[in-house]
């Protein structure tokens, strides 16, 4: 069983910077993909940006160039950095593992970015 915390969340101004962390408790099996997941309300949840295992990235459209995903090298952390955030970033952020094991999702954390 894994277990995923986010913290890093908060309100920030337009073009501001935010720091988000998911700190995985419990094994994670190679091969695995952990990403960043968000959900603005009245809207279905989205991927934001994805890591692999062997350290592949992929972002969604609007965030690439502003966003990077990472993880630490004991790869039980993943990181989003978000940069120059607009109105439009705001949502609650979701932290997801996929791992043979199964499927896992963090609590959440929100993220609100004032005009």
């Known amino acids: 069983q894994v277990q995923l915390v986010e913290s890093g969340g908060g309100l920030v101004q337009f073009g501001g910077s935010l720091r988000l962390s998911c700190a995985a408790s419990?094994?994670?099996?190679?091969?695995?993909?952990m990403a960043w997941y968000r959900q603005a309300p009245g809207k279905e949840r989205e991927l934001v940006a994805g890591?692999?295992?062997?350290?592949?990235?992929n972002y969604r459209d609007s965030v690439k160039g502003r966003f990077t995903i990472s993880t630490d090298s004991a790869k039980n952390t993943v990181f989003l950095q978000m940069e120059s955030l607009k109105v439009e970033d705001t949502a609650v952020y979701y932290c997801?593992?996929?791992?043979?094991?199964?499927?896992?999702w963090g609590q959440g954390t929100q993220v609100t970015v004032s005009s």
């Open positions: 419990g094994r994670i099996y190679s091969p695995y993909y």
């Open positions: 997801n593992v996929r791992q043979p094991a199964g499927v896992f």
């Open positions: 890591i692999t295992n062997g350290g592949l990235t």
